[in-house]
């Protein structure tokens, strides 16, 4: 029986030490956590190294995009780090996809291999401006099936999207939902939100969760609460 904590907690902080900070007021058998591109960029891979030490399992959130040859390098590196979960861009194409997945296969540890479909911050205009017709949904529908056949492991979604999914792709196919808020917390900047229960019975794995439980007064309260919302018996 292994813990399989359903919450990714997003440390968006300009370095390691904020970062370490906040991960030690955590606990690995309530969450994930997720490197993006501003932790990464300042503090490298030492910081990935530094969390798995405290015994957390990490999402490296890089969303790589690059020919096939360099984005499986890429994914081989994330892999021998030792990451629980790394992604590329579905735009990348299926080659891109496969050889991402080819490699990492061949990891001793294989990370979840998750892709990003079409990123939420762009609306219908701004897709036709770059060439891709159809509204944000069907092209998110479309890339998904896309990632799910080149054989990666899931992709990245909005709360709004996971009902139609989940209609699409097969069950084993994670979907992984940012823009989740527990009910009474402060919104900030997102838009099209979903409470973390909501996210689940709608058929998300796993919830991405920032501010909610980094600024919150007690983390690890926020972090449990949201685990008791959603009422997940954390069996693998
Ligand atoms: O603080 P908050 O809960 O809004 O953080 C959500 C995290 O999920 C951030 O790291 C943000 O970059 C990421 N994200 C998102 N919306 C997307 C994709 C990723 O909020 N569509």
Redesign the pocket.
Known sequence: MTVDPKIIV?L?FPGADAALHLAKLLDPAQCRV?V?KELFTRAGPVVVEQLQQLGFDVFL?LKYHDIPNTTAQACRAAAELGVWMVNVHALGGRRMMEAAREAIDKATHRPLLIA?TI???LDAGELHEVGLSGSPEDNVLRLACLAESAGLDGV?C?PQEVVALRETVDDGFRLVT????PAGVVV???KRITTPEDAIRFGSNYL?????V?QAENPLAALTDINVAIDIKQVR
């Open positions: 997003a968006d997720k993006g959130d990003v990123l939420t911050s990245v909005s940012p823009g989740v808020r900030g900047d997102q991405v969760v920032g501010r909610p980094t």
